[in-house]
């Protein structure tokens, strides 16, 4: 299980962080994804992290805005979010990786951030 | 604009077989597994067919997966109104080093 929280309603330029709780799985051994959904559009990869946190990858519109980081101390992964656009409005989900290939297989019920002045 | 193509929509009567096709290229379709995703309205996406054609625990075999060059498609047989939902192909690129979505395709059971 995973449990997405930390959306509010931000202005832009703000900053936000997101967090995800993970349980009931070994969350240092697994990969972690961000995807956010527009409301009634379509989803949209944001940011993955390995298992060992030793790499990161993001899509282009938030690269150097953006961190996703993995604290498996409080079995927590968060994204944080600085200089944020109108555009970023979105519900955003954290997803575990499946452990093979790019699948994500538990995903959250998801948070809503709100950019907007 | 998705770098994987879906049709927006899609639609059957009960008890039919229906196919969503995801269109891509050689370096996300071509070189890499395909994953889908269902997502019922107000909920989360779920795993429906990992590794183009592998399926999670507890999902049915009337779906199924399989790919062809660089498309994809998710067949589903025995249509039930409950499949009513949007239908989303997945699959890393090599080129972005991303995981890139299709558009997404809206199932409606007449």
């Known amino acids: 299980q995973v449990v997405e929280s930390g959306g509010d309603l931000v202005q832009p330029g703000g900053s936000l962080r997101l967090s995800c709780v993970a349980s009931?799985?070994?969350?240092?051994?697994?990969?972690m994804t961000w995807v956010r959904q527009t409301p009634g559009k379509g989803l949209e990869w944001v940011s993955s992290?390995?298992?060992?946190?030793?790499?990161?990858y993001y899509t282009d519109s938030v690269k150097g805005r953006f961190t996703i980081s993995k604290d498996t101390s409080k079995n927590t992964l968060y994204l944080h979010m600085l200089n944020l656009r109108i555009e970023d409005t979105a519900v955003y989900y954290c997803?575990?990786?499946?452990?093979?290939?790019?699948?994500?297989?538990?995903w959250g019920q998801g948070t809503l951030v709100t950019v907007s002045s | 604009q998705s770098v994987l193509t879906q049709p927006p929509s899609a639609s059957g009567t009960p008890g039919q077989r229906v196919t969503i096709s995801c269109s891509g290229s050689?370096?996300?379709?071509?070189?890499?597994?395909v994953n889908w995703y269902r997502q019922l309205p107000g909920t989360a996406p779920k795993l429906l067919i990992y590794?183009?054609?592998q399926w999670p625990s507890g999902v049915p075999d009337r779906f199924s997966g399989s790919k062809s060059g660089t498309s994809a498609s998710l067949a589903i047989s025995g249509l039930q109104s409950d499949d009513e939902a949007d239908y989303y192909c997945?699959?890393?690129?090599?080129?972005?080093?991303?995981?890139?979505f299709g558009g997404g395709t809206k199932l409606t059971v007449l």
């Open positions: 997803a575990k990786g499946l452990g093979s290939g790019s699948a994500l297989d538990y």
């Open positions: 009931g799985f070994i969350f240092r051994s697994y990969a």
């Open positions: 992290i390995t298992a060992s946190s030793n790499r990161t």
């Open positions: 050689s370096s996300n379709i071509g070189d890499n597994a």
């Open positions: 590794s183009t054609n």
């Open positions: 997945a699959a890393w690129d090599d080129s972005l080093k991303g995981l890139i």
